[in-house]
């Protein structure tokens, strides 16, 4: 620690807590303290986190030795999921209690940093609080920083940031969700009183000097510490069990002495610098595919079912805690069911979107404290959520991407050193296939490649109206701040006059023109907001597609539980019983888009189902299929004996 620029005793306190500096943090502080632009990439469980926060911690802490430290928000950090921003915040309160508790101890003085969340699941109250009493670390999701943005109150509080942490980029660049973040993003620069520092992590990322430019906007360079991995021999499938090949520590630190030059990438006069830290995403793993005793079939079957059921009991049950991910809320509510009855209904819960926040929460409070052997979850809690007492991760069916494989075996042991298990379980001919061709791509260090959309212009209304609603705004600037978004790059001045018209004139309808949501001075070259393009902003933002799903209400408590499909709800009759959260509901009656229901008391429950959740299979995986299913076909016909164990 002696090489870094860190106060003493905050050295010190990492020291005695954490020992050395994993190989992230070692070569993203001196880039994080030199206020450059930062990507980090690293495998799960490889210190990401504290890399990116603990050169603010330092900053932050040393401005209140100093008595500079002020009630404003200096550090924004964005996850994708709010389990992830809950998780984030309990995990900062130790180094932040344990930096404080060492500086009052050696220099008597009291510096309290605060942190905060801010998402979806914040009561009104939390809110407003946050509000009049700015954090000095406020932790949230893309779509609440959107709000944040649009909102007045909301502004005062971002306008002393001074550093936005984005974790878990790769499962947004993807998609238009992404596409929505990169436009907040240019917002929140263009909105703080200084220079914005933008620091992104991710342990799966491809290619990662994209994710790089989507960080930084549109036109920048990057200068990349990226390792150069020697090849590594493959192993063959033994019993369908594969273990990965573990990363070389020599090779990444040769390279990163070895990579010092910057590569420059020039678009105009725009240039920003961002180091890439790529410390790869390959580690140690134990993965196995777990077979049934009977065959598989084209569609499972009651026996086979009960075979897995079984197999999955005695797995549970030989570990100390179980991670069970599904790839739909139907199939983690019957999966919750059948392991309750063979393991307790006191030692199992599921864990999902259309869960409350309550229930959520309390189910990962559950599971960190150790107190439940299995908690089966959807992709709700496959990203970076520190939960150590997890010692197994089950998949049930394949998870249809390399990096989505990766992010949920890294749930196993999730800490330095620790080696994530996870155990696949096909429950087809064709996802054996599947199974075994994603294996095969993780022992090649192969990784799903990211299609970033290109400048989709329904995201573009939205914030501009959003932009509008909050200040006015200068035509030409206004394209110039929607342009630096990376995905928004190559966006052309008729297409942006296109959506500035759009929303200036409405639409016409057979009552004539309606949803005109800004004012355009085609004299002054200015644009403003309608009256009421504020609410419209606050209250339909984002890119998360909408649902019509009811909510769950248990009578007489008036508690929300959650929410089902609606065509569930609608083709429900009272009297009739369903799962949600491990427990069994009576229905009351459905009407005015909720479900009244009342407890079961266990009786026996229908499954309530979702429409259109199931993941679909990358390009990279659906290449490994059939380059598998060539091979084998090709074995076959030179009537070679290897066809047999490859199948």
């Known amino acids: 620690m002696k090489s870094f620029k860190f106060h003493p005793i905050i050295a010190k306190w990492f020291e005695e807590k954490f020992g050395s500096p994993t190989e992230p943090q070692q070569r993203g502080w001196p880039a994080i303290q030199a206020g450059s632009h930062v990507l980090i990439a690293a495998p799960t469980g490889s210190g990401k986190t504290l890399a990116a926060f603990f050169a603010e911690l330092d900053l932050l802490f040393r401005d209140g030795l100093a008595g500079n430290l002020t009630d404003e928000t200096r550090v924004v950090y964005v996850s994708p999921l709010k389990a992830l921003s809950n998780d984030i915040h309990k995990n900062l309160e130790e180094p932040l209690t344990g930096i404080r508790d060492a500086l009052k101890a050696s220099t008597g003085k009291d510096v309290d940093v605060r942190a905060e969340v801010r998402t979806g699941d914040t009561p009104a109250s939390k809110r407003q609080a946050i509000i009049r009493n700015p954090p000095h670390i406020l932790v949230t999701t893309p779509e609440s920083l959107y709000l944040l943005l649009t909102s007045q109150s909301g502004r005062r509080v971002l306008g002393t940031v001074r550093t936005l942490i984005v974790d878990e980029i790769h499962a947004v660049v993807g998609n238009r969700r992404g596409s929505h973040l990169a436009l907040t993003m240019e917002r929140l620069a263009a909105l703080t009183k200084g220079p914005l520092q933008r620091i992104g992590l991710s342990a799966t990322q491809r290619p990662i000097e994209k994710v790089a430019k989507f960080l930084v906007g549109g036109g920048e360079s990057s200068k990349s510490q990226t390792p150069n991995p020697k090849e590594a021999p493959i192993s063959k499938f ?51 595919i777990e077979l049934p005793g009977s065959p598989l079939e084209a569609v499972m079957s009651n026996e086979v079912w009960l075979e897995v059921y079984q197999r999955l009991a005695e797995l549970i049950e030989a570990h100390r805690t179980t991670l069970v991910f599904v790839n739909t809320r139907r199939m ?64 049930l069916g394949p998870t249809r991407s390399i990096a989505t494989l990766l992010q949920r075996a890294g749930r196993a042991e999730h800490r330095r050193g620790g080696l994530p298990k996870a155990r696949l379980f096909p429950l087809s001919r064709d996802e054996l296939v599947e199974c075994v061709a994603t294996l095969r791509s993780v022992q090649r260090a192969e990784m799903d490649i990211l299609v970033m959309p290109e400048k989709p212009l329904d995201v573009l209304a939205q914030q501009i109206v959003a932009c509008v609603s909050a200040e006015d705004w200068e035509e030409d600037k206004l394209f110039e701040l929607m342009r630096s ?42 644009v403003r907001g309608r009256r009421g393009a504020g609410l419209v902003a606050l209250t339909s933002g984002g890119a998360i597609p909408d649902n019509a799903d009811y909510r769950v209400v248990l009578e007489p408590s008036e508690t929300f539980i959650g929410t089902v499909n609606e065509d569930f709800a609608i083709e429900s009759l009272a009297g009739d019983i369903f799962q949600l959260g491990n427990a069994s509901w009576k229905i009351l009656r459905v009407n005015s888009g909720q479900v009244r229901v009342q407890d079961a008391h266990g009786q026996p429950p229908t499954m309530p189902f979702w429409l259109g959740e199931a993941p679909g299979r990358t390009n990279e995986v659906s290449t490994a299929v059939s380059d598998l299913r060539e091979e084998i076909e090709q074995l076959i016909k030179e009537g070679s004996e290897a066809a047999k164990s490859e199948a």
């Open 332 to 395: 983690a509510e019957r999966v919750t069911h059948q392991l309750s009855e063979k393991l307790g209904k006191e030692k199992v819960t599921s864990h999902h979107g259309s869960l409350s926040a309550k229930l959520r929460l309390d189910a990962e409070n559950r599971l960190k404290r150790g107190e439940l052997k299995a908690l089966v979850a959807t992709a709700s809690l496959e990203l970076g959520i520190d939960i150590g007492s997890v010692d197994l991760v089950c998949q």
């Open 238 to 288: 033994q019993n369908i069990r594969a273990p990965s090949r573990p990363v070389q520590n020599g090779e990444n630190k040769k390279s990163a002495e070895i990579s010092n030059a910057a590569t420059s990438i020039r678009e105009g006069e725009n240039e920003k610098l961002c180091e890439i830290v790529d410390a790869g995403f390959t580690r140690k793993l134990d993965l196995a």
């Open 485 to 526: 978004a990376y995905p928004y790059r190559n966006l052309t001045r008729k297409e942006f006059d296109d959506v500035l018209r759009m929303l200036a004139e409405g639409f016409s309808t057979k009552r004539g023109r309606r949803a005109a949501l800004i004012h355009y001075d085609a004299i002054n070259h200015r």
